[in-house]
């Protein structure tokens, strides 16, 4: 006769027992983790901010976390803008205004209605990131964007000169699904690439969105024109789409127009 102690019944409540205390684990771990987490994350971020402003390089090798903190605190300020008004909203902190979950509350978002960056919801409030130089002047204009791939959401940081027209940098770092394909798509984040965006303008003499990526390369070498990337035309298309939306009237535009008439100032 088998004994009690090998029941079905005593391995089933050992087998509950063990998955409760493994589960009370991971949810503990799970708890204490989350804020270490979140600042890691708040700092990843703004370490590319501070590349995208020119004022660290990633590929010169890791910088510290007090570098990143004391270079942000002393030059970025990060304000809220609405993009229905352009005007900035006071009394939110641009550094804990957390645009994805606006965007995800039908309450503080809305539908584009030409969503040609595939971006689904778009919160009604963004963040702009005004970069300033040790005497307090105004050096850069850093906005937000983001768009659909080949297989993944592509969010990156666009610096503009203080006319809002002049490109510094375009800078992927982060990408919410599968990832764009290496050597491909994945080449947004290729230093040759991204320096090819450096010194491009926005906007035509007739105050018209010109940038273009193209494979022509009488386009390309104008003031215009990027060239795309090598065998990722669903990416470069990700990219343009991009920008068009972002720098269109659902995006930055209102923002971008005050601001190119002093609303900086």
């Not at 584009?112 to 300033?132: F, G, T």
């Not at 850093?142 to 000169?161: C, E, R, V």
């Not at 009488?218 to 343009?240: K, P, R």
């Amino acid at each position: 006769m088998a004994s009690n102690k090998d029941s079905f019944g005593r391995t089933i409540f050992v087998v509950v027992g063990l998955c409760f205390i493994c589960s009370m684990f991971v949810s503990t771990a799970a708890v204490l983790l989350k804020p270490i987490q979140q600042e890691n994350k708040l700092l990843d971020k703004q370490k590319y901010i501070l590349e995208a402003a020119n004022l660290i390089s990633t590929k010169d090798g890791d910088v510290s976390k007090a570098d990143i903190l004391a270079l942000y605190d002393k030059h970025v300020e990060a304000k809220v803008v609405s993009l229905s008004t352009g005007d900035f909203v006071e009394g939110v902190d641009g550094n804990t205004f957390d645009m994805k979950k606006a965007a995800r509350d039908p309450k503080s978002s809305f539908v584009p209605k030409n969503d040609i960056a595939s971006v689904k919801r778009v919160a009604n409030d963004a963040v702009v990131y005004l970069v300033k130089d040790d005497a307090g002047h105004l050096v850069s204009v850093i906005l937000p964007i983001k768009g659909y791939g080949l297989w993944s959401t592509m969010y990156a940081f666009l610096a503009l000169d203080p006319d809002l027209n002049s490109i510094q940098n375009l800078v992927y770092y982060d990408f919410s699904g599968a990832g764009e394909t290496p050597g491909l798509g994945g080449e947004v984040q290729n230093p040759q690439w991204v320096a090819k965006w450096q010194g491009k303008k926005l906007y035509n003499d007739k105050g018209e969105l010109a940038i273009t990526i193209t494979k022509n390369p009488a386009i390309a070498e104008t003031v215009y024109g990027v060239d795309a990337l090598s065998g990722a035309t669903l990416t470069s298309n990700g990219v343009q789409y991009s920008l068009e939306f972002w720098l269109g009237n659902e995006g930055f535009a209102r923002f971008i127009d005050k601001a190119r008439n002093g609303g900086l100032s």
